[in-house]
């Protein structure tokens, strides 16, 4: 038996690939659902919440086992938790209120700007170790 898709692997597939996952909740056969209800967990998106959905209702194929109608219940629910996680860590936060700093001041540096000496030695090539000093 294969290892279960896992969400990391959702990138790595084709969106043919994952037509063929969905097309497994068209099957007549109770445990090929189940392994498309298992990954679908993990790698399930928005295209595939109306098949889940028809599977969750009773109008499947296998319409009279009321265990996977319920498995595709929680397989909604953890999709949704994982892509209404998604979207929050996808906004930007701005702050609530804008700074009294006026729109045409502008800033300073909190430190003092480096004088001559300190831009020279920050801009002195580099030697080698080897290499002798003029």
Do not use: C, Y
């Not at 692997?9 to 996952?21: E, G, H, I």
């Not at 906004?91 to 003092?112: C, H, K, N, V, Y």
């Amino acid at each position: 038996m294969r290892p279960p898709l896992l969400e990391e692997d959702s990138d790595f597939l084709s969106p043919s690939q994952r037509t063929v996952v969905r097309d497994l909740l068209h099957s007549s056969q109770p445990n090929a659902i189940r392994g498309a209800l298992l990954a679908l967990t993990n790698i399930g998106g928005n295209a595939d919440l109306p098949a889940l959905r028809r599977l969750a209702s009773g109008r499947s194929t296998v319409a009279d086992d009321p265990l996977l109608a319920r498995e595709a219940q929680e397989t909604i629910a953890r999709i949704e938790e994982r892509l209404a996680l998604q979207t929050q860590t996808a906004i930007l936060l701005r702050a609530a209120s804008q700074p009294d700093s006026g729109a045409g001041q502008l800033l300073r540096p909190t430190i003092p700007a480096p004088n001559k000496t300190e831009t020279e030695q920050l801009l002195r090539a580099g030697r080698s170790p080897n290499e002798a000093e003029p």
